[in-house]
């Protein structure tokens, strides 16, 4: 399974962006995508989640409200609409595949990552 990342940019503080991750190969074995990011000198974390099936959704604390992941089946795409960015988003965002759930995702059972994508927001 390969994901690859698009989307990312340059934008200023209260704009938006979305970033677009599309999956390729044995795709049939993914059953939750979602996306992570890691800032300047600090360790990756979580974003948001998406089961692949029911559509469910789980994001971290830091994006909810303001983050929505969404789907599309049959172009095997994942989105992430950004919305009221903060210069504290700033990361590089990776698109992560799994074979596991939500849950497992959330505590980083991660099977395919993407290579990452940049977001830079401007105060």
């Known amino acids: 399974v390969r994901v690859v990342e698009s989307g990312g940019g340059l934008v200023q503080a209260g704009g938006s962006l979305r970033l677009s991750c599309a999956a390729s190969g044995l795709t049939f074995s993914i059953n939750v995508m979602g996306w992570f990011r890691q800032a300047p000198g600090k360790e990756r974390e979580f974003v948001a989640a998406?089961?692949?099936?029911?559509?469910?959704?789980y994001y971290a604390d830091s994006v909810k409200g303001r983050f929505t992941i969404s789907r599309d089946n049959a172009k095997n795409t994942v989105y992430l609409q950004m919305n009221s960015l903060k210069p504290e988003d700033t990361a590089v965002y990776y698109c992560a595949a799994g074979r596991g759930n939500i849950a497992t995702m959330r505590d980083y059972g991660v099977d395919y990552w993407g290579k990452g994508t940049l977001v830079t927001v401007s105060s």
């Open positions: 998406i089961n692949w099936s029911g559509g469910s959704t």
